[in-house]
């Protein structure tokens, strides 16, 4: 069951990935990143995470989504110029881009063999699922300082857009 | 059978799933000519990341490693505001999009 769903979503999201590059329009591009992302969300799920899923959802695949088709859609972007990149980019570019690959594969797979020897402290997830009140319990409490920030930063964030948004001229 | 129904995926499918979703991020920030879509791999690159987060947080039990995520996505939505409006701007006094034209602080 675990591995039918892992290996659905899975595939969705690196058919969505591959799709985001191949088209040449933004508007499908955008689209193809809220497949990616909403496969993500199921992956959350069964990495029982069910908190950060469905954040995953109205953040990502909501909020910020909807923000960027609703810029395509504003500043009305055609497709994207055809350059046929050079010889050298093409030659270099795909034993780079596999090298880059494999080293964060293996630098991740060995910090997971590494680390799991390690005994670790602190809080511990009780089963499969985290609940929503285990995560807050932390957040609230050792990470109350850094989430109180993160509404400042948020705040500054929405100043910001307004200020650089607005048009010129006007004050 | 719950514990096998949730444990019979090791988790470095997760790791490996979350390194080339990273990979095809840095090859849409490379070969992409529209600035939008080089700011939707950069969100590509930020959500492998995240999966990565969440698998680690998933393998050793930690709550911390999920916290961690949920401040990510904070970040990574006020930087699409704020990055969104920049390309707003951009495109109010330049009328393009192609990261070819937008070249003033080239040397």
Not at chain 1, 63 to 83: P, Q, R, W
Not at chain 2, 64 to 78: E, H, R, S, T
Request: hydrophobic letters at 60%.
């Amino acid at each position: 069951m675990h591995l039918i769903l892992f290996l659905i979503f899975a595939g969705f999201c690196l058919a969505g990935a591959v799709n985001l590059l191949l088209q040449t329009h933004p508007i499908n591009s955008a689209l193809s990143l809220i497949v990616v992302m909403s496969s993500l969300a199921v992956l959350y799920l069964l990495l029982g995470a069910e908190f950060l899923a469905i954040a995953q959802i109205i953040v990502y695949a909501g909020a910020v989504m909807v923000l960027f088709t609703f810029v395509v859609m504003l500043l009305n972007v055609g497709e994207e110029e055809k350059t046929h990149g050079s010889k050298v980019a093409k030659i270099v570019g795909f034993p780079a881009i596999f090298v880059f690959f494999s080293v964060i594969t293996t630098v991740l797979l060995e910090a997971q063999r590494r680390l799991d020897m390690l005994k670790m402290g602190g809080i511990q997830l009780s089963d499969a699922m985290t609940t929503i009140r285990e995560l807050s319990q932390v957040l609230f409490t050792d990470m109350l300082l850094p989430f109180e920030l993160t509404s400042v930063l948020i705040l500054i964030a929405i100043l910001g857009a307004v200020a650089l948004a607005r048009k010129e001229g006007h004050s | 059978m719950h514990s096998s129904l949730w444990n019979d995926i090791p988790s470095f499918w997760y790791l490996i799933l979350s390194a080339l979703l990273f990979s095809l991020g840095v090859v849409g920030f490379l070969i992409k000519r529209t600035l939008i879509t080089v700011f939707m791999s950069i969100e590509l690159m930020l959500n492998a990341v995240n999966l990565s987060f969440v698998t680690f947080a998933h393998d050793w039990h930690q709550v911390k490693g999920q916290i961690f995520v949920f401040f990510v996505m904070m970040v990574a939505a006020a930087e699409a505001a704020v990055g969104l409006a920049i390309i707003i701007s951009i495109y109010r006094s330049r009328a393009t999009l192609n990261v070819d034209q937008i070249d003033l602080m080239k040397l």
